[in-house]
């Protein structure tokens, strides 16, 4: 068990780390973390050659159909490299291993945290990676100690130890929704009281709860658009539909939820910068504003009031005649920069090196036949953390459920305006809640004797 230990404390670790060097959004971390997965795995296969439990493959099992998926991803841009389809065969090398990369974080996840004691190590890893972030944020944004800043200046704005403010913005969504999650899955089974509300605040959980609220103060400090719609979206959605679904407790349920929406959006999140942000969602202007001026000849012509802000949408059309030419086997992963700077008009001036839309980047880049096994794979973990819900086999695999599902729902609705997933260390976490969203119904209590006391079969 030595070597599964230290292949745990190596995985957890890893979480932590690949946000700090600038998301590990250059090419020295990003080998890192490819060489980290790697010498990970191997840990752990000397493990399972040691071990040949049939419990271990529980989780592999589950996760099989999403490994599959993976994999044949890689496989066709290796396809790509191999052919000369790729445009950049650099950066499409680049990708695969990133990509081979996630696919054996993904295989060490579902492969070793199979408990619950584990899980809720991972949930709870990810729930304080989170908080250090949005901590450090704004302690940059409030305090003078710009000596501490890791990065470019942040513009007073929080962007933690990200670039780009939005792409913290994704990382926090994701470390939200682990611990919303958790918190759902720790409630217990007993009758509403009006002062079990009292000890959600200031009770055991209220560690939880305080993390969440700092999480949700950088959130909104980020100005992140997106960011905060993504987030703001899926807890109503994901939530709106735990509660109906979920007959008892349903006031309890409800208020866990509601008071992050009432109590750290209407009340903290005031201070710290509600205001800049809705006066920045009703700036937003995707198109220029024009009116009609009357000439001195009487006649009328249309005049540029106000100049568009948001120019991410002139990418994406400019992008889709890339798109249609070759739809089926992509450009190769990676090539988007090389690729597109022959397509845009000349209203765009900058060098793009990302579609800002995950969507039409991975269409772009991988074609049809690299795009469907990503797109199953993402469909193939909402769907598993969406059955726990629906099942309802105990309190604490739906409320993991529907903390992944959330934080899958919120990503992929803030990729139609931005690359959250070109980032590693996004990426990497995305893949994690995925895992996690195998995990919620997959994993087992841990401890064979104390279930057979309780009667059931180490399950609930």
Request: aromatic share 10%; with cysteine; hydrophobic share 50%.
């Amino acid at each position: 068990m030595t070597l599964e230990r230290a292949v745990i404390a190596g995985v957890l670790a890893l979480l932590v780390w690949l946000p700090l060097p600038l998301a590990s959004n250059r090419p020295w971390s990003a080998a890192l973390l490819v060489m980290a997965v790697g010498g990970l795995l191997l840990l752990w296969g000397l493990q399972v050659l040691r071990d040949r439990s049939p419990r271990r493959w529980r989780g592999l099992r589950a996760g099989g159909v999403g490994l599959a998926l993976l994999i044949a991803a890689q496989a066709w841009v290796a396809v790509q490299i191999a052919t000369g389809l790729t445009r950049d065969s650099g950066a499409s090398v680049e990708y695969l291993a990133l990509g081979l990369a996630y696919t054996g974080l993904f295989a060490l996840l579902v492969g070793v945290f199979t408990t619950r004691k584990r899980l809720n190590w991972l949930l709870g890893v990810l729930v304080v990676s989170g908080t250090l972030q949005a901590f450090y944020g704004a302690l940059m944004v409030l305090t003078d100690l710009q000596w501490l800043q890791i990065g470019p200046d942040s513009g007073g704005v929080v962007s933690g130890t990200f670039v780009n403010r939005n792409h913290l913005a994704g990382y926090l969504e994701m470390t939200l929704a682990c611990g919303i999650g958790l918190m759902l899955a720790l409630r217990e089974d007993r009758d509403f009281r009006w002062h079990h509300l009292a000890e959600l605040l200031i009770g055991p959980k209220a560690r939880i709860r305080l993390a969440l609220i700092i999480m949700v103060i950088a959130l909104v400090m980020s100005h992140s658009r997106m960011g905060n719609t993504a987030f703001f979206s899926s807890l109503i959605v994901m939530g709106g539909l735990f509660t109906l679904v979920t007959p008892t407790h349903r006031t309890r349920n409800a208020l866990i939820l509601v008071s992050v929406l009432v109590i750290d959006v209407l009340v903290i999140s005031q201070w710290f910068g509600l205001e800049e942000l809705q006066q920045r969602l009703a700036d937003t202007r995707f198109e220029d504003e024009v009116a009609l001026v009357e000439q001195a000849d009487g006649a009328t012509r249309e005049v540029v009031v106000r100049r568009e802000n948001v120019d991410r949408d002139d990418v994406a059309v400019y992008a889709w005649p890339q798109l249609l030419e070759r739809p089926w086997q992509g450009y190769g992963a990676g090539s988007f920069e090389t690729t597109f700077q022959r397509f845009p008009g000349r209203d765009v001036t900058g060098l793009f090196d990302h579609a800002h839309n995950d969507f039409l980047q991975f269409a772009i880049e991988y074609g049809g036949v690299g795009v469907l096994p990503l797109a199953g794979f993402v469909v193939f973990a909402f769907y598993r953390a969406l059955t726990p819900v629906w099942q309802r086999r105990s309190l604490y695999r739906s409320g993991v459920g529907v903390g992944a599902a959330m934080g899958i729902l919120a990503l992929m609705i803030h990729s139609a305006a931005d690359f959250n997933l070109q980032i590693p260390a996004n990426a990497a976490t995305f893949v994690t809640l995925c895992a996690i969203a195998v995990l919620a119904n997959a994993h087992h209590r841990g401890n064979r004797r104390r279930a057979r006391v309780a009667g059931d079969d180490g399950s609930a």
